[in-house]
């Protein structure tokens, strides 16, 4: 791994993802996106050790968690690596990216412009980004590509659905 991170960043990693789950599928329901709920395909972007991926999977919600380090993830979790700037998926493969921690930019310093693009890439037309951050990407290039859903830099998740 190439940014191990310290156990202070650890702890605040952890969480349990099942509420994390919950909360986006509030979240989705309460801003009229149920439909995308039917059978949705969903990426953990920055996914570690992939629990959130695993926890979807087991719930029958297919899900696949890609980090550019290779963790020791559970198969369950469909784990890949690869890099969010340049993700080894086709075109409008899934329905949500979810993001916790990996848009951190005092962690990983980026361009959120190409990062952005990229995400919008893989996600299918009307697809929603659920970020979990304690600051959310610059609002003039997250609406390069997508329109809020939730009140902009006001909720956890900030759900941004695909132009
Ligand atoms: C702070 S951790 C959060 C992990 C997990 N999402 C969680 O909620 O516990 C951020 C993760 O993003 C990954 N990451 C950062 N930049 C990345 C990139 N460009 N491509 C893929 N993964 C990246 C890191 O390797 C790390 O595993």
Redesign the pocket.
């Known amino acids: ?3 191990l ?1 310290s156990s202070a ?2 702890l ?4 349990d ?1 099942k509420f ?1 789950w919950k909360d986006i599928v509030r979240a989705i329901e309460n801003n009229g996106r149920k439909d995308i709920l039917q059978s949705p395909v969903v990426l ?6 992939g ?2 991926s695993k926890h979807l999977n087991t719930q029958g919600v297919r899900c696949v968690s ?4 290779k ?1 020791n993830a559970d198969p369950e979790a469909n784990p890949v690596v ?4 340049k ?1 080894p998926f086709a075109d409008e493969s899934f329905d949500i990216v ?5 848009f ?1 930019d005092s ?2 310093k ?1 361009d959120f412009s190409k ?1 952005l693009l990229e995400i919008a890439r893989v996600l299918k037309s009307k697809g929603i980004l659920a970020i ?1 951050e304690m600051a959310v990407p610059p609002e003039g290039e997250l609406t390069k590509y997508f329109r809020p859903l939730t009140e902009a830099g006001k909720n956890n998740p900030a759900l941004w659905e695909k132009l």
Request: no cysteine; glycine share 12%.
């Open positions: 791994m190439t940014d991170f960043e650890i605040t990693f952890e969480g993802p994390f953990d972007v920055g996914g570690a050790d629990k959130f890609l980090d550019r380090n963790w690869g890099d969010a700037y993700m979810y993001d916790r921690g990996a951190d962690l990983y980026h990062l979990y």
